[in-house]
């Protein structure tokens, strides 16, 4: 199980951290990543990690502003996100998967989702 949290209001300029816990014993085994949508929109991608960190791929909206991070003994993910613009407002989504790619359908497990509201 997949469990996010750390959304919130913030000011336009403001930062967050996103925090996922996942449960179990193969943790290390996922490709991880960070989804979100935004009201009436599509679930969209935000930013990807590897197994084991060393690589990662963010969304245009993402890079330069957000970072993403897992810490694999503490069988957790972060999203840092910084500068933080009101058309990030959205909830967002943890999700886990075998193959690493930016598309939805390669994460099997999700989390509920945490809510970032950025006001301007």
């Known amino acids: 199980q997949l469990q996010a949290s750390g959304g919130g209001l913030v000011q336009a300029g403001g930062s967050l951290r996103l925090s996922c816990a996942a449960s179990?014993?193969?943790?290390?085994?996922?490709?991880m990543g960070w989804f979100r949508q935004a009201p009436g929109q599509e679930r969209e991608f935000v930013a990807i990690?590897?197994?084991?960190?060393?690589?990662?791929n963010y969304a245009d909206s993402a890079k330069g502003r957000f970072t993403i991070s897992r810490d694999n003994a503490k069988n957790t993910m972060s999203l840092q996100m910084n500068s933080l613009k009101p058309e990030d407002t959205a909830v967002y989504y943890c999700?886990?998967?075998?193959?690493?790619?930016?598309?939805?359908?390669?994460?099997?497990?999700w989390g509920r989702g945490t809510l970032v509201t950025v006001s301007s």
């Open positions: 999700a886990a998967g075998l193959s690493y790619g930016t598309q939805m359908a390669l994460y099997g497990y």
């Open positions: 179990g014993r193969t943790f290390s085994r996922y490709q």
């Open positions: 990690i590897s197994t084991s960190g060393g690589r990662y």
